[in-house]
Structure formats: structure tokens, C-alpha cells
């Protein structure tokens, strides 16, 4: 009984180690995966819910010239981040979203809203990857995106239209 009095008297410990082991491994991982902001395009849905992994490995089979990979977010991701909303090269946003974003988003080709989601019809794109609200949804360019001069970012986004 000794014996299971001093086991669950240092639980707490074990599990505190064993968190911090899988934070740290985290990390490392992130660390040794990840690449410059120069190097990858980030695209950052603001969706209920969506395959991020399974986008951003579609998005990767053809990248531009001087990108190594594509990151795709949801925007919980930068709650939990040092990553800002700043950083994304493309959004997908809902229309609600438009007007308190103004200054952070770019339409494609100057053109205007590059729809991607109407739910009257419920068509729209990527819908194998992303599950939408009942409401339009839009994509833009990031105003602050490091892939604007060299047009990796609208590049991207065009193949996300074509999806």
C-alpha cells in the first residue's frame, strides 16, 4: 500500500514532465521543419473548419520559384502563435469580415472580391478541404505579404481559385 501511496504521490510530477517533454519535442519539430517567412506562403481561412495539412500538401506539389513551402491556418492558429494575422500571404475571409479587415487585405488583380463560397447555392471552392458558414466567403492578398513584389502569394491564390 507504501507502494501506491508514494507512486500517486508523485503523478503530478511524472505528468508534468511528460507535458513539458512533448512541448519541447514540439518545438524542435516546428524548429527543424519549419523555414524563413521569405521562403513559405501562409494562408490563413477564416472557416469553422478545414483539412489544413491536406491544402497545404496540394498547395506544395508545384510551388513558385524561391518558395519551399505552404503553410495553411485557420485563424484560431495565431491565438495560440506569435504569428500575426499580418503575416498571411492569402485569406479566405466571410464578407462580415471585409470591412474591419480593409486595411490588411488586397483584392486579387485589383479586380475587386474574388468570391470563393456562395451559400445560397452552397458552391464554392476547396469544399473538400473546408467546411463554410451560411454566409459568402471571399479571398484576398495579404497587405502586408512578403510575396507581393515577386507574386508568389498570387500565385497561390490562383490555384486555390482553380481548386
Known sequence: MRVL??????LHSFVLW???SVMLWGWIFGMATDTTFDKKIMVFCHVPQMEDTELALELEKDLPD???MVQVHT???VMFD??????ADVLIIPAIDVPEMAEEILPLDGQGDA???????GQGILTEYITYD????YLYLGASSAHLEDGAAETIARRLLEM
Request: charged letters at 25%; hydrophobic letters at 35%.
Open 134 to 137: 451560411d454566409t459568402e466567403y
Open 66 to 68: 524561391g518558395i519551399k
Open 18 to 20: 511528460a507535458l513539458a
Open 82 to 87: 506569435t504569428l500575426s494575422i499580418e503575416r
Open 5 to 10: 501511496k508514494n507512486i500517486f504521490s508523485q
Open 115 to 121: 468570391p470563393v463560397y456562395d451559400p445560397a447555392t
Open 75 to 77: 485563424f484560431d492558429y
